[in-house]
């Protein structure tokens, strides 16, 4: 009989901890893995765990341990047989070093074959991480899979992205899938609870994570960007309130994003968006499924006063603002037009 394994630290994502687990514990690991699933809910914190139980120095039930020189080095990212690659490390080992990067390049793909080409130094397995794996340039990937069609015995892969999808078949074909889900809003205000969050304040900051542990533990750990946000959920709802409001934001934003702050405007919009979807849950009756919870009342009131066709329209206009800025229209343009199509408050 198989001796159980000492439970992962981890919180959720039962079925990949298991199967990843088991495979550190037997030996029977895959040369590459590819988790899938949206930013914040683990998918970095879970390949690192792997890590961590691959080189562990414990007993193979007890991996990881934590505890051993391997598993803390992994922890600090100083593990000579553990590499990690982003655009951020990417610009690190740049002299220009300005993180303006938009893709991986073959430069870093062909730095990271060259490392992993050699034997561990410590360890059974060197391990590569390769985050964001789906911001890979197009010769940056047909060099990965020069390295996934004849991998070195010792070599690990695993690669992070967003959507599985989004990578060419080639590579897919070449991994080890392991989609990660958001957990229930119930895990989430659990685990927030159990590090000493108050309940009410951890069911408000599960609601707003969508799933997303990560998300969830930075604003339980950062109260000015808990308060700033809500602040901004005040302003996007006093906005949906009132046209005169509405018209003030819309160009207020359009100055932000003449000034450069692009990701700025498209976050507040992206929260406009949730707004609205809240407000066509509410109006549909699915008050449990709605993100800004700690605002109900206010929403639910505006809900009412609207069809679900003109609370559809608001979140037609405010998606389509989206899109208009991303191919670059003229932002004063699209903000004017994004607010002119809402539903008017009656």
Known sequence: MEIAATPWPIVGHTVAVEMLARAARTGQVAHAYLFSGPEGIGRFTLARIFAQALLCEAPADERPCGRCSACQRVERGVHPDVSVI??????ATEERGDG?????SIETVRNLRASISLRPMEGRWRVAIIAESDLLSRDAFD???KTLEEP?????????ATEAEALPETIRSRCQPVPLEPLSRSAVADELTRRGIPPEEAATIASLSRGRIGHALALAADPEALNARRQAVDAGLEMIESPLAAIAGARRLADTYRRGQRDAVERQIDLLLGLWRDLLLLAGGCDDAIVNADRCDRLAR??????????????????????????NAQPRLVLDHMVTQWPQPR
Not at 86 to 91: D, F, G, N, P, V
């Open 143 to 145: 060099a990965l899979l």
């Open 100 to 104: 303006k990067h938009t893709r991986i």
């Open 302 to 327: 505006l809900a009412r006063q609207w069809t679900l066709a003109e609370i559809h329209r608001g979140v037609v206009a405010t998606l389509q603002a989206l899109g208009d800025l991303a191919i």
């Open 152 to 160: 070195p015995p010792f070599v690990v892969l695993i690669l992070i």
């Open 86 to 91: 982003s655009r951020e490390t990417q610009a």
